[in-house]
């Protein structure tokens, strides 16, 4: 063919003349005939449209080229002219051919030739010519498209006409208008489409028998609609009373202009009229039958509906069915993706206008959609979950939600804006014209410079622009709405009302009659005056739903005649010829009126009607099975709550969310606390309601859901400061702070939350609710000490109710030293930030918390719990002392006096001394010497000295840690007076400890008075030998043991040597009979310990460390040593780290520059450290102790000795697993959980190796710490009772290890786990029977197994081939050995029951008579074997089922193949837990016990019986499978062998 300016396969009418070469003028030429033929189409059409003419005066073929013609002009000119593809069928021809043809070949290889695409900007220089003569032919064309629907309407067509007609109308849907072909090119297509949309609607309601092939037609065209966001909706349609509420999904292409219009896609258009399109006249007598139903053919036809809707609804149900169909299918069966979106997009549109009066068809494909969608989501909830296409879920979820939540805001708007009609048939009189002129209107603006309108009923004036009425059309009478409404109720119901009624007044039904009418009488003034078929469709469509709602009215609902409304309704059907300048009815609104008629209406319609029927649906689905379905469920009803918050107040609401706060899925935790968020600080209410929930979450196991609680909580503090649950927020949010294994987004987000609320230093002008702090200019110091004021209040509120202020300092610390120097990332940039701002507020805080104690001292009235208040207030500056010494100096004369201990708080006396006394001690290194001199010339060392005498340990420990500091100053004189009273103080406690040291071996015997002064006397000078810095007190290298010796002359004592005698003192006394006494020279020589690390070197060499860690020790030695231990090492860690190793280095003289060069800044710091690693075993074997303290304390020095990097986390780790089988300790589990976390994140791979060796410690762990239970035996058992989730059930001791580790996430780590586990079942080839003390620890290790948190169905089912696998090749070895021993059938040992099986089920089992006594120990050993086996014939039993493991699955199965999809997220199906208890074979002096042994002997057959009749095929070689070889073809059979069965050693 040659190819002309234009060419292809979409241009031949116009761009072809056969082989020939095109001559100049053809495409003239060929576009007069293409004109001319589309005017004698339009001359033919309009002849047989016209009334009464025949259908025979025109020939077939003559319409067939009609149709044929409407057909090539759509598809082949107007499409692609309008679209700007006309280059499209350049291409392709040019492709095509062989060569390019002449042009081509003129066409200079230099010069590249370029495809235009649609909106590219440009188009195609040869194709300029061809757009516009055919884009001007549209309105000729779209003429010739209406008479085709006048022709189609009165005329009987072929079915393949009317099919290419209908195919060719619906094509023009698929234009993508491009403004680059014409500015206008939006508006020419839109005339296309909505002429070809009243043509494919008049066949549709022409030709009943075709709708359902014409609805399937509808769904392969959606895929060629356009998808950009410009192209998609270009359907115009009035703005609805519903697209506030919709949002963007409805906005028109960009150069409209107009506010009072929407846009929607031109096929939801097409959708609702095609439904409209079907509405037939309703039968006057239900005797009647419908119109059109009489055609046989019209399977639409539903014999028991006489409303004239059954073809509408079964429109409805195709659509409905045939989408949700698609979107339901899976990802390989194509096309799901594709409609999905299309789904969205037309809920989206037809939520936008079924509050408009054109389409109320929108409301009944809405609840044929929620009805499909409702039963597809409770469909899934019962299938199986492979059955289950996720994505669908999710699109049939949010779908699910837009419609419900959209119906929620329908009712709300009639909730909250109802119609105020009359209730009676009286109705009042006007009242008077008022004096002053009302404005009205329903626009909202004032009395504007415009012409208004006056009510001739109330009075009130409109503007005339929004009523519709100019100056030149003011009517002689004109009410507003609501009179028009008011008038038109009664006179209705004048007309309608039953003579037999009672009483005058109205009901709600009542009013919607009239409303109808109303609305009826607006479309039929529409239809009239546009000729819109929609419009006519659209009033046919309301009547027969009008007529259908009668139908099903019961009659004494309201005061209306329901047969004379019915028979008033259907004798309107029929539109009136409308007359030359027909005025609009009398009862007319504007269409502000008619939206909120719309309103009212809709909120009564079937879909809303239907509310709690689809709010049910989404909270059933919250307590679903399925994680997704109930994640989505939430999200759902998120949609709903975001319109109608009042709905969260509701019991049913509330219950469900509060559940899913307890949902064992993270994400579905996470959604249920979103939503609450949302509208927790909108409702205080629903804030008390949902305190204790949400405070849950704060410690939730999901990220996720702990950033989101910690979100929710700030918000609320930041917009309500006197919240309730203010304290217990705030404490929760600091104990997650402080502990070391949150997550650092998470305690960021804490440290940003009280940032913001505490130190800010844009606080300073504002208020703390946020809003800007009303004050007078020159007043900023005053707003931030208001600030400040309120800041410091809410602080000791929190310790107050906590108890102590360990998390407050813990935060205050994380904020001012949190950041990391040099690391120049965004966080930590704001973490600096945070910091500077945090300094900075600290001083206006501690002037706060001063002032704060003052005002409690002028207003206290001397209650009991006045001294709680005062210590919280002390413990609270006591932070800031500790972070920022230097703010407490200016006030420490408002502190001293606190020191004389005549507070007024007897019960906090010894509290508030200590906190002051640390204060002081704290501050003491930034005293001047001014005021140093003027302290300690004052009462202070007499107040410090007194504590010491009057107060308990803890309190003169403060004291005399103050006092030294005070002795220690560097500007103190050498005889200053506080050096002198601890001098004095020290040599009092000594010379008493002196003399009573040989009083007695027990002081337990000895007066209390005398206790509490060896307790006091202990307490005191251990504290002075740990805080005083002597001149030169650096021990040397070498220590020698000699110089600790006691001083009998106390007069020779001074501070530089006081440390060696206490020591030695402290030995006579720990060397006492009482464990208090013990525990006290312990704790003193702790003291000396801290402070010189050499005296470890000592005591480790005369033996003390062992005495006081071994069995020989009483408990609480054990715990005061391990309590002692700890303390060396967090103190050393907080000198390294503090910097005053450092300090103290760089004062030595003696310290070389080397040293100093290599960091080594305090070697005596790894003193205590190295000594506690050389007692590692004597450690490890404390973790058995029967004591659960000395267990907890054992396990926390262990936690800081792995941080501190001091002993071996690969021999750590066992004995951590091992203490996950205290059961009875759960704080304990708890803390050795947390170690197994940090050392998991940092080696998982060690994690997963010692995890058999963990079990095996495990079990020895119960049978030795809980060996004193019951009947002496001790109860060793691996499931533990669920500690979290909404549902009760159990879980295995290492169930949290396993989930909060890496190993469960990788295929390859989780195999060699189970692997591991399984090789402890294997027997060992180098012994010749197993031995039988290892039966209890098999049968532990298989509960394990039984129950750990699978997720993937690859885990039980490895579980099963292992088990199968050693149960083929060991158990029939054991079985023949059992028939050789026992005479039985060697070659089919186990075909039946034999007779001991028989005799031991009757329970008349008798070895002698069996003659099996001579045969017992043999006997007894097999019995060991099988029992060896039995566990995994059992556990394989059990998993099949639990996990509904079919037959074929377990066949197929191979364990180097591919995990399938379907099979992960698996869960366990209800029931009662693995357990599986193992009887002893032999008795205590190694006989046999035959009763047992029968029992296992009995069982191992069955079992064995029952896996062979499962017919379970074990291949040693799988790669024989033709399917799988091909599968392992790149490693070999051999090495698939070797994979499939990893050897993983138990140890």
């Not at 945090?838 to 005002?855: M, T």
Request: hydrophobic share 40%.
């Amino acid at each position: 063919m040659q190819v002309a300016k234009y060419s292809g396969p979409n241009a031949a009418p116009l761009g072809s003349l056969g082989d020939s070469k095109l001559e100049p003028g053809a495409g003239f030429n060929r576009l007069q005939i293409l004109l001319c033929g589309l005017e004698a189409s339009n001359i033919l059409l309009s002849i047989m449209a016209s009334p009464g003419i025949d259908r025979r005066v025109v020939e077939d073929d003559t319409l067939e080229a009609c149709v044929n013609l409407i057909k090539n002009h759509i598809q082949k000119h107007l499409i692609p002219a309008l679209s700007n593809t006309g280059h499209v069928g350049v291409s392709m021809a040019t492709s095509g051919n062989g060569s390019g043809g002449e042009e081509a070949e003129r066409t200079p290889k230099s010069k590249k030739s370029r495809s235009v695409s649609p909106n590219r900007g440009v188009v195609a220089k040869s194709l300029k010519a061809v757009y516009s003569p055919i884009l001007s032919t549209v309105g000729q064309f779209g003429t010739m498209i209406e008479r085709a629907d006048a022709f189609v309407a009165c005329n009987e067509m072929d079915d393949s006409l009317l099919f290419t007609l209908s195919g060719a109308a619906l094509s023009t849907l698929t234009i993508d208008a491009s403004p680059i072909v014409r500015a206008d090119a939006a508006s020419l297509a839109s005339i296309i489409q909505v002429s070809s949309m009243d043509l494919i609607a008049a066949i549709f309601r022409r030709y009943p028998r075709h709708r359902s092939i014409i609805v399937e037609d509808v769904f392969p065209l959606m895929l060629k609609l356009p998808a950009s966001k410009k192209s998609l909706r270009t359907f115009l349609v009035k703005k609805s009373a519903a697209s506030s509420r919709t949002g963007d999904v409805a906005k028109g292409p960009p150069t409209s202009t107009v506010d009072d219009h929407d846009y929607i896609q031109p096929i939801c258009a097409l959708t609702l009229l095609l439904i409209q399109s079907c509405v037939v006249m309703p039968s006057q007598d239900d005797d009647e039958q419908m119109e059109g139903a009489e055609d046989s053919n019209d399977s639409w036809a539903l014999k028991d509906d006489h409303s004239g809707l059954q073809g509408c609804v079964a429109v409805c149900n195709q659509f409905t069915s045939q989408m949700l169909q698609r979107c339901a299918r899976k990802g390989e069966e194509g096309g799901a993706s594709e409609f999905r979106p299309i789904l969205s997009n037309l809920i989206d549109d037809l939520l936008l206008v079924r509050h408009l009066p054109e389409y109320p068809a929108a409301g009944m494909l809405l609840l044929y959609l929620s009805h499909r969608l409702g039963s597809d989501l409770l469909r899934a909830s019962s299938a199986a979950k492979n059955q289950v296409e996720a994505t669908y879920l999710a699109t049939a979820m949010d779908a699910f939600g837009k419609i419900t939540s959209a119906v929620a805001g329908s009712l709300q708007r009639n909730r909250e804006n109802p119609f105020k009609l009359p209730e009676s048939m009286n109705l009042c009189a006007p009242s008077p014209e008022p004096t002053e002129e009302i404005n009205r209107c329903f626009c909202g603006r004032g009395n504007l410079d415009t012409f208004m309108v006056d009510c001739d009923r109330c009075h009130s004036w409109h503007h005339g622009s929004c009523v519709g009425i100019t100056k030149d059309t003011v009517p002689d009478i004109w009410l507003c709405d609501d009179c028009t409404l008011q008038t038109t109720v009664v006179e209705q119901a004048k007309v309608f009302a039953r003579g037999s009624r009672d009483s005058d007044s109205l009901t709600s039904t009542d009013h919607n009659h009239v409303l109808r009418q109303l609305l009826l009488s607006y479309l039929s003034w529409t239809a009239q005056a546009s000729h819109s078929q929609i419009a006519e469709r659209a009033r046919e469509f309301l009547i027969a739903s009008w007529v259908k709602q009668l139908e099903g009215s019961e009659e004494n609902l309201g005061s209306f005649d329901l047969g004379l409304v019915r028979n008033f309704a259907i004798s309107q059907w029929t539109l009136p010829t409308p007359q030359p300048n027909q005025q609009r009815p009398r009862a007319h609104l504007t269409d502000d009126g008619n939206q909120r008629i719309m309103t009212s209406l809709v909120a009564s319609s079937e879909l809303c009607v239907s509310f709690n029927r689809l709010l049910g649906v989404i909270l059933r689905l919250m307590g679903d099975k399925l994680a997704s379905l109930r994640k989505l469920s939430v999200k759902a009803i998120l949609q709903v709550v975001n319109i109608d918050p009042a709905l969260m107040t509701q019991p049913t609401v509330r219950k469900e969310v509060s559940r899913c706060f307890h949902d064992e899925s993270i994400s579905v935790r996470e959604a249920a606390v979103s939503l609450v968020g949302d509208y927790i600080i909108q409702s205080p209410n629903l804030a008390a309601a949902f305190h204790a929930p949400l405070l849950e979450r704060i410690v939730d196991k999901g990220i996720s859901v702990r950033k989101r609680a910690v979100r929710i909580f700030r918000d609320v503090l930041l917009s309500n400061p006197t919240y309730e649950g203010r304290v217990a927020a705030c404490h929760a949010m600091m104990q997650r702070a402080a502990d070391r294994k949150e997550d650092d987004g998470v305690r960021d987000l804490i440290h940003e939350t009280f940032h913001t609320l505490w130190f800010n230093s844009k606080a300073f002008d504002m208020g703390i609710t946020g809003s800007p702090a009303k004050s007078k200019p020159g007043q900023l110091g005053t707003k931030a000490e208001l600030y400040c004021k309120e800041v410091s209040a809410q602080m000791v509120e929190v310790v107050r109710v906590s108890g102590s202020n360990e998390v407050l300092s813990t935060l205050v610390k994380g904020l001012l030293f949190g950041f990391a120097e040099g690391d120049k990332d965004k966080k930590n940039v704001e973490r600096k930030k945070r910091q500077e701002d945090s300094h900075s507020q600290c001083k206006l805080l501690v002037k706060a918390l001063i002032e704060l104690l003052l005002s409690f001292e002028d207003t206290r009235e001397h209650k009991e719990d006045d001294g709680k208040q005062l210590v919280a207030i002390l413990a609270t500056l006591g932070v800031f002392a500790q972070t920022f010494p230097e703010l407490v100096v200016p006030h420490v004369d408002t502190l001293v006096p606190y020191l004389k201990g005549d507070n007024g708080v007897k019960r906090y006396e010894a509290a508030v001394v200590s906190q002051v006394s640390s204060m002081i001690s704290g501050a003491s290194s930034h005293f001047g010497s001014g005021e140093l001199n003027r302290l300690t010339s004052g009462e202070l060392p007499n107040d410090l000295v007194n504590i010491c005498y009057k107060f308990p340990s803890e309190a003169v420990t403060s004291a005399v840690e103050a006092l030294a500091k005070l002795a220690n100053h560097p500007d103190a004189a050498s005889d200053s007076i506080q050096e002198k009273k601890l001098l004095k103080l020290a040599t009092q406690f000594y010379s008493y400890l002196l003399k009573t040291k040989d009083v007695t071996n027990d002081f337990s015997s000895m007066k209390k008075s005398v206790r509490d002064n060896v307790r006091r006397a202990l307490a005191a000078l251990g504290s002075i030998c740990r805080f005083y810095e002597c001149a030169g007190a650096a021990d040397d290298h070498t220590l020698d043991s000699s110089v600790f010796v006691i001083e009998t002359d106390v007069a020779k004592l001074q501070l530089d040597n006081l440390s060696n005698a206490a020591f030695a003192l402290f030995l006579q006394y720990l060397s006492k009979e009482d464990e208090s006494t013990k525990c006290l020279a312990l704790r003193a020589m702790n003291g000396v310990f801290i402070s010189r690390p050499r005296v470890v070197l000592v005591a480790e060499q005369m033996g003390i460390i062992t005495s006081v860690i071994g069995d020989e020790a009483p408990p609480s030695v054990q715990i005061e040593s391990l309590r002692c231990w700890r303390d060396i090492l967090i103190s050393e860690e907080k000198r390294i780290d503090s910097g005053a190793a450092k300090a103290k280095m760089e004062a030595q003289k003696n310290v070389t520059l080397s040293k100093r060069i290599g960091g080594d800044q305090d070697g005596d710091s790894t003193i205590s450290g190295s000594v506690l690693t050389k007692h590692s075993e004597r450690l490890y074997a404390l973790t058995l102790s029967k004591d659960e303290k000395v267990r907890h304390m054992i396990i926390d020095l262990i936690g800081h000795l792995l941080r501190q990097g001091l002993i071996n986390p690969m021999e750590t780790v066992p004995h951590l697993l091992a203490v996950q089988g205290d059961v009875k300790c759960p704080s304990t589990r708890a803390l050795a959980l947390k170690l197994l976390q940090t050392e998991g994140e940092k080696r998982p791979d060690m994690l997963r190796q010692r995890i058999c060796a963990g079990i095996k410690q495990a079990f020895h762990f119960q049978r030795n710490v809980y060996s004193d239970s019951t009947n002496g035996s001790a109860k060793v058992t691996a499931l533990i009772a669920k500690s979290d989730g909404p549902k009760d059930g159990w879980e295995t001791i290492f169930d949290a290890v396993i989930k909060e580790s890496a190993i469960r996430n990788k295929k390859a780590q989780r195999q060699g786990l189970l692997k591991g586990i399984i090789s402890l079942f294997e027997k060992d080839p180098d012994v010749k029977y197993s031995n039988a003390d290892q039966l209890p620890m098999l049968a532990f290790a298989s509960e394990i197994l039984g129950n750990l948190p699978y997720t993937s169905l690859s885990d039980p089912l490895f579980i099963v081939y292992h088990s199968s696998c050693i149960a083929a090749l060991d158990g029939q070895g054991v079985l023949t050995q059992f028939a050789e021993l026992l005479g039985g059938d060697v070659c089919d040992p186990n075909s039946e029951e034999d007779d001991i099986e028989k005799l031991s089920k009757q329970g008349k089992f008798d070895a002698a008579q069996l003659g099996l006594e001579a045969k017992g120990a043999e006997f007894g050993q097999l019995c060991v074997e099988a029992a060896r086996i039995l566990p995994l014939l059992k556990l394989k039993q059990f998993l099949r089922k639990a996990y509904n493991i079919s037959e074929a699955r377990v066949t197929s199965y191979v364990p180097s193949e591919k995990e399938l999809i379907h099979e992960k997220g698996i869960s366990i199906s209800d029931g009662p837990p693995f357990s599986f208890t193992m009887k002893s074979i032999l008795d205590a002096d190694g006989s046999i016990n035959w009763s047992n042994s029968v029992k296992i002997y009995s069982s191992f057959r069955r079992m064995m019986r029952d896996a062979e009749a499962d017919d379970v095929h074990v291949d040693p070689e799988p790669t024989k499978s033709p399917k799988r070889t091909a599968k392992r073809k790149r490693g070999g059979s051999d090495q698939v062998v070797e994979e499939s069965s990893p050897k993983v050693s138990p140890e």
